[in-house]
């Protein structure tokens, strides 16, 4: 079945660039995503990239997308620390429905 | 406008009790589906109603159900609670989550019930 795999924790000092990857494996996956979860809160949308683009930039995320590799990565140009959360990848499958990784968690150091 | 509601927030039930949870979806959104956050297994797909249709289902046995009504409001049920029901669950709403586009699939989620089992 689809699975989406991402690394657990990611360290990086304020103003610094992140980078959260993630792996799927639906090639038949039209939208792939990144939610973002911050303490007590439920998810919430980021950013998305269709599965014809490499890149798309939106202010301080950049996403890039190798459909090839099946690697999707978000980059956070200037990471403050109100980034720190829970990063999450998520696909869309061929029924419709999202398939998420277990989640990167962001901690930003002052 | 306002966003997906859930409630109860917070609760706790002993093993073999069952459970409802409810979820207000924002206003004109047809579809709801839940979704199971465990520290373990991340976030698991329960299952997606769409006008009042069960329309997509996840890997849970059926202890687990769920109905929407007429009003797009949505409950889920868990019967004969397990230690490892304990977990945050959360309840996404959006336009039409099966037309494939992005926009109209983008899910709208809810701050979660946390329920503990014990």
Known sequence: GEDVEQSLFLSVREGD?????????DSSSTYLYWYKQEPGAGLQLLTYIFSNMDMKQDQRLTVLLNKKDKHLSLRIADTQTGDSAI???AEMDSSYKL????????LVRP | K?????????LIKTRGQQVTLSCSPISGHRSVSWYQQTPGQGLQFLFEYFSETQRNKGNFPGRFSGRQFSNSRSEMNVSTLELGDSALYLCASSLDGTSGGAESGELFFGEGSRLTVL
Not at chain 1, 99 to 106: C, D, E, N, P, V
Not at chain 2, 2 to 10: C, D, F
């Open chain 2, 2 to 10: 306002a966003g997906v509601t859930q409630t109860p927030r917070y």
């Open chain 1, 87 to 89: 990063y999450f990848c």
């Open chain 1, 99 to 106: 398939i998420f990784g277990s989640g990167t968690r962001l």
């Open chain 1, 17 to 25: 660039s992140s980078v959260i990857n993630c792996t799927y494996t």
